[in-house]
C-alpha cells in the first residue's frame, strides 16, 4: 500500500461533485451533490489511481460548503446519512483508499444550538462556549464573519466536546483529518486533540490548513500564531508559519509549494519547462522541515483560483505543474476537476462576496478534457509506480 507521504489525495466538494441538480452554481446555494453521489462515481476515482480521498465538511450545516456547522455529530441530511458515509468508507477501505475529512474546531454557524443557547442569557452556560467582548452582539468570529462565531478551545468542556465530536467520526471510519484554520486555534489544543487521539487511533491522520494572507491588524486577535502582532509588522512568512505546527501536527497544507509555483510558472511566465531557480527554491524550502513532517502539494482549493485560470488557461503549464507535483515525495492533492480541465474565466476575490463559487463550479462530467484525464492518470500511475518500490 502507498505510504501516506507518496500519497495522491482526491479532494472533494460534496455538494458540486456528483449528485447534483441543474441549479444555479452562481448562488451560495445547495445544487444536491451527496455522499451517494461520490459512491456511484467511486470507480472513477478508483481508475484515477488515488490513494486518499478528502472529504469536505459533511456535518449538519447551513451552507452548501459545509463549514457553517449547526450539529458536529450529525451527518447534513443534503448530504446524505450516517449509513451513506459507513457505506462510503467501507467502500474506499475495500479498494484500498484511505478517507480523511475537513474538521471545522474553531467555529460554528451563529444557528448551532449552542451559540442560540449563550445570547439567551448572560448567565447561561453556554455563554463561556464563545469569546464575547460585550454580549450579546459582540464576539470573536472567524476572521470578520459574524455568522461564524468563535469556540473559545481554551475551555476545557469546549475541548472535550471538540474531541468527542473527532473521536465519534474516527470511530466509524475515517482515517484523519484536515483541520481548518490551524492558526485560529490554541496550541495547547492542538498538542491535546493529536497527542490523545493518536494514541486511540494509532494511524490517524492529522494535516493542518496554516494560512495566514494579508490579515488586517485589526483580525489578529482571532489568531493564535506565536509573537502574532511583532510577526504581522515584520510581515508574516507563509514558511515560517506552517514551520510553526512541527511536533504539534503530522503536517500541514503546503501553500508554499502553490506560492512558489504560481511566481514562477505563472507570473515570471518561465516555459513550461521546470526552471532552475524553482528547483533551488524548492529544495531549499523542504530543508526547512524534518523528514517526518508532511506538507501535501497543491495547485488549486476551493478558497483560491483553478490553476488553469492562473496559467490563463494554458494547459501546458498546468501539466508542468503536475509533473513537478507528482515527483514531489509529498503528498499530493488533486482537487476536484482539476484533472478533466475545470477551470473559470474571473478570478476568486477575497473583497468580491460569493466570488469563491467561481472555484467551486460542478463538476463537469458531460464535457471532461479526456486528454487531460488521461495525462493525470497516466502522471498517477508513474508516481505510485516509484513510490511503491
Known sequence: MIQFKHSVIYHVLIDRFAGYTDGDWQKPLFLGGNLRGIIDKFNYLKDLGISVLWLSPFYKTGAYHGYHITDFLSVESHFGSADDLKELIQLAHANKIKVIADFVPNHCSKDHPFFQEALSDPRNPYKSWFVFKRWPDKYLCFMDVKDLPKLNLLNPLVQ???????????????DGFRIDHVVGLPHSFLHKFSTQLEKEFPSAIFIGEAWLERIPFKLLNTIQIKHKYLRWLKGIR????????????????????????????VQKNHSPHLPRPLGRLLSKHYNNYPAHYFLPTFLDNHDLNRFLFECRQDKEKLKAAVRLQMKTAQPAVIYYGTEIGLTH??????????????????????????????FYKACIAQRNARFSK
Do not use: C
Open 160 to 174: 472535550d466536546y471538540m474531541m468527542t465530536a473527532a473521536r465519534h467520526w474516527l470511530a466509524m471510519g475515517l
Open 238 to 265: 507563509q514558511e515560517r508559519i506552517q514551520r510553526e505546527y512541527i511536533n504539534v501536527l503530522d503536517g500541514v497544507l503546503d501553500f508554499k509549494f502553490r506560492e512558489l509555483l504560481v511566481t514562477h510558472l
Open 345 to 374: 474565466e474571473r478570478p476568486v476575490d477575497p473583497k468580491q462576496a460569493f466570488s469563491d463559487l467561481y472555484a467551486r463550479k460542478p463538476m463537469p462530467w458531460d464535457n471532461p478534457d479526456t486528454g487531460l484525464h488521461d
